[in-house]
């Protein structure tokens, strides 16, 4: 299981799924498995680029075996993403978005990344996906679900991908504020009064150390 770098760590917490749902499905190739296991050990050496290639060719293997593999498709991200290879990273998320075509975070994963390579016009309708999934899931969701807060979140950056800060910080706002605790509230608090440009320019300067 990896709780995947390849996204800012305080965006991170709030795109994404947690642990529980993104751990590992208990029926796969055992050999794909495998390599996807030894794949995983490396994330720990992710700033080196051997390492970080040498994951990547474990989870092609892995994906050669079974093609319809999510998650070794799914944790070569965070090593395209380190090596700054986002055409790659792009194109695996199509991947799984064919597989998973109504996974709310894939699209905002994919316009996120359109938009690491300034293509702001492909990046749109991604963002304007996501967060029909998100008003649709939310709107039969109840609000005890585990998973609320965390599409609730997901709907905010996609507003403020969007240009709709406003609304998003409104969404935030009650985010912060029902926060358990300040680890939390941190975490809200790097997407709040943020416009679009910002956050982008900061995911950016985050890579770049």
Same mark, same amino acid.
């Given at each position: 299981?990896?709780?995947?770098? $390849? ?34 050990? @490396? ?47 792009? @194109?695996? #998320? ?32 991604? $963002? ?8 649709? #899931? ?36 009650? @985010? ?6 300040? #680890? ?26």
């Amino acid at each position: 299981m990896t709780t995947l770098k $390849f996204i800012p760590v305080l965006l991170l917490l709030i795109v994404l799924y947690s642990c529980e749902q993104r751990s590992a499905p208990k029926k796969a190739d055992p050999v794909a498995f495998e390599l996807l296991k030894k794949a995983l050990t @490396l994330e720990a050496f992710i700033d080196n680029a051997d390492s970080a290639k040498e994951a990547i060719s474990l989870l092609d293997k892995a994906t050669s075996i079974d093609s319809n593999y999510y998650w070794g498709h799914y944790n070569k991200l965070m090593f395209f993403y380190q090596l700054k290879q986002f055409d790659r990273a792009i @194109l695996t #998320v199509k991947k799984l978005i064919q597989l998973r075509p109504e996974a709310h975070d894939l699209y905002l994963t994919e316009g996120i990344l359109y938009e690491r390579i300034d293509d702001s016009i492909s990046s749109r309708p991604y $963002f304007e996906k996501s967060l029909a999934i998100c008003n649709a #899931v939310l709107d039969t969701m109840s609000k005890t679900n585990k998973e609320y807060e965390l599409i609730f979140g997901n709907k905010a950056v996609n507003l403020i991908m969007l240009g709709e800060e406003a609304k998003a910080n409104e969404l935030l706002k009650k @985010l912060y504020d029902s926060a358990p605790d300040q #680890v939390h509230k941190l975490k809200v608090s790097y997407l709040m009064n943020k416009s679009k440009k910002e956050v982008i320019a900061r995911m950016k300067e985050e890579h770049s150390h």
